[in-house]
């Protein structure tokens, strides 16, 4: 029963980071495009804490959540919000 559980934990947090990388690509807001992008990161933490890679868990997070999504909004900042044709 915890297999079954633990399998559709990692499918549901399979499509919704596939769902958010779509999204993100698709998105003419930049600033919505880095959230997009942040929420497909912790989809594939969330994916890592359920195979149990604590190690790589406690790095990502920082990195790909925190991190990348600060300096992408500091570089948006700086320049245009939307994207031009």
Not at 9 to 38: G, N, W
Request: proline fraction near 4%.
């Amino acid at each position: 029963m915890l297999e079954i559980f633990t399998l559709t934990l990692l499918t549901l947090f399979a499509i919704t980071s596939v769902v958010a990388a779509y999204l993100a690509i698709r998105e003419r807001d930049l600033v919505k495009a880095v959230v997009y992008s942040a929420i497909q990161s912790a989809m594939y933490a969330l994916i890592y804490y359920v195979l149990m890679a604590p190690d790589i868990v406690l790095v990502y997070i920082p990195v790909s959540v925190g991190l990348i999504p600060a300096v992408l909004l500091f570089v948006i900042k700086k320049t245009e919000r939307y994207e031009g044709d």
